[in-house]
C-alpha cells in the first residue's frame, strides 16, 4: 500500500493560511494600517480603487525598513514584535504574529517602496503570488509606501465572493474607523476612487469621535473616568435619551486595540436599566488600559475576542463607572471609590433609589 500523506508546496500552504487572515479587502486595510501605526507613523494615507479589488495603497512615515528586513518581512512568522512565547502576554503592539504581510503577499501583487531615516535610498520590492518579482534601490521618502494590487488574483473562487463594491468599501471604513477612533494623535486620511471620504488631523478622542461620526452626536456624550488598581476606563456613554432600537456607534478598545465582549456590554446596558426602553441601545466608546499580561489577545485570527484574568471585577467597574456619570447627568449622587481603587457598588429600590448599607 502506497503513501498517502505528503507535505503541500508552500505556495499553497501560504493560500491556506492566508484565508484565515486575508478575508476580504479591509482585512489587507486593517493589517496594513496596524504595521505603520507599530512603525511610529504620525501620518497615515489609505487610497482605495473599486472597494479595494483592484488597488489598495498604505502610505506611512514611520521608520522604515532596511533593505534585509523589507525582504524578510513578507516571509511567514518572520516579525519584530515578539522574540519568545512569554511575549504574547505582554504586547505593546497591534501585530505580532508575523502573518499578515506574508499572507497579502499570497494572494496579491504587491511593490513596497520603503526607506529607514539616515538612508540616502530606499528599497523598493515586487512580489506577485508569494513570489519575489525584484528588489532595487529606489529614491523615497522615509517611511514606508505599499501597494496591493488584484487581490485574490490567484485564488479565483475567493475574488467570485466577494460582495459588492459599496459591501466592500463599507467594510473598510469598518476597519478604518476601528483604528482611528483608539488613535487620535495620528492624522489619518482615506480615499476611494479619488474621493476623499476621511481627513482627520491630530486631536483629542472625543474631537476624533465627533469627527468621525459627525456633530450632532457630541451633545449626547457623557465622559467616564475611572482608575482602579485593576484596569484604567475612560471615554463617553450616551445619554438615556440618545437609546434608539439599532445603535452603530458601541465601541469597546483595549490597550488601543479594538475587541468586541459581549459581557461588558451587558454591564453598560445594565447599567441603564429602567432609564431606556427595551430593547433600545445607547452608543459608547469605551476605551480600557489593562495591564498587558492580564489579558490574551491571542485566541482569534482577527484579535478582536480578548480573555481577561479578572474579568467579572472589571465587569463591576464598568458598570459601577457608567452609573456614576449617567448618575451625574441626572443629578443622583455620584459613586465613591475607596483608596484601594475598589468601587463601592451602590444598591437600587425599584425605584431607582439608592439604598444605604448598613
Request: proline fraction near 4%; include cysteine.
Amino acid at each position: 500500500m502506497s503513501d498517502i500523506i505528503q507535505l503541500l508546496p508552500d505556495s499553497v500552504a501560504n493560500q491556506i493560511a492566508a484565508g484565515e487572515v486575508i478575508q476580504r479587502p479591509a482585512s489587507v486595510v486593517k493589517e496594513l494600517v496596524e504595521n505603520a501605526i507599530d512603525a511610529g507613523a504620525s501620518n497615515i494615507n489609505v487610497i482605495i480603487v473599486d472597494a479595494g479589488r483592484t488597488s489598495i495603497q498604505v502610505i506611512d512615515d514611520g521608520k522604515g525598513m532596511s533593505e534585509t528586513d523589507a525582504r524578510l518581512s513578507f516571509e511567514r512568522h518572520a516579525t519584530s514584535k515578539i522574540r519568545k512565547a512569554d511575549d504574547l502576554f505582554s504586547l505593546h503592539t497591534m501585530g505580532f504574529r508575523g502573518e499578515a504581510l506574508a499572507s497579502i503577499a499570497a494572494v496579491a501583487q504587491i511593490d513596497l517602496k520603503t526607506r529607514m531615516e539616515g538612508e540616502d535610498l530606499g528599497t523598493q520590492l515586487t512580489i506577485s503570488g508569494s513570489r519575489f518579482v525584484g528588489q532595487e534601490p529606489c529614491a523615497c521618502p522615509v517611511g514606508s509606501n505599499f501597494t496591493v494590487e488584484n487581490l485574490f488574483f490567484n485564488v479565483p473562487a475567493r475574488r467570485k465572493f466577494l460582495k459588492s463594491n459599496t459591501t466592500e468599501l463599507n467594510n473598510i471604513i469598518t476597519a478604518f474607523e476601528r483604528i482611528v477612533l483608539v488613535y487620535p494623535q495620528i492624522s489619518f486620511t482615506l480615499h476611494s476612487n479619488g474621493t476623499e471620504l476621511f481627513n482627520l488631523r491630530s486631536c483629542s478622542y472625543r474631537q476624533r469621535i465627533v469627527e468621525v461620526f459627525g456633530k450632532r452626536l457630541n451633545q449626547d456624550l457623557l465622559p467616564i473616568g475611572v482608575d482602579t488598581s485593576l484596569c484604567r476606563i475612560h471615554g463617553f456613554v450616551g445619554k438615556p435619551e440618545s437609546a434608539r432600537k439599532k445603535v452603530l456607534q458601541q465601541y469597546f478598545f483595549v490597550n488601543e486595540r479594538y475587541m468586541k465582549h459581549a459581557y461588558f456590554h451587558k454591564a453598560v446596558m445594565t447599567a441603564f436599566d429602567r432609564l431606556i426602553p427595551q430593547g433600545e441601545q445607547i452608543p459608547y466608546f469605551l476605551y480600557f488600559e489593562v495591564p498587558a499580561e492580564n489579558i490574551d489577545v491571542n485566541i482569534h485570527p482577527t484579535k478582536t475576542e480578548i480573555k481577561f484574568e479578572n474579568e467579572q471585577a472589571i465587569w463591576q467597574i464598568l458598570l459601577a463607572s457608567v452609573k456614576e456619570a449617567v448618575g451625574k447627568f441626572n443629578d443622583v449622587p455620584s459613586i465613591d471609590f475607596d483608596t484601594e481603587g475598589k468601587p463601592d457598588i451602590p444598591v437600587f429600590n425599584l425605584m431607582g433609589v439608592r439604598l444605604r448599607r448598613k
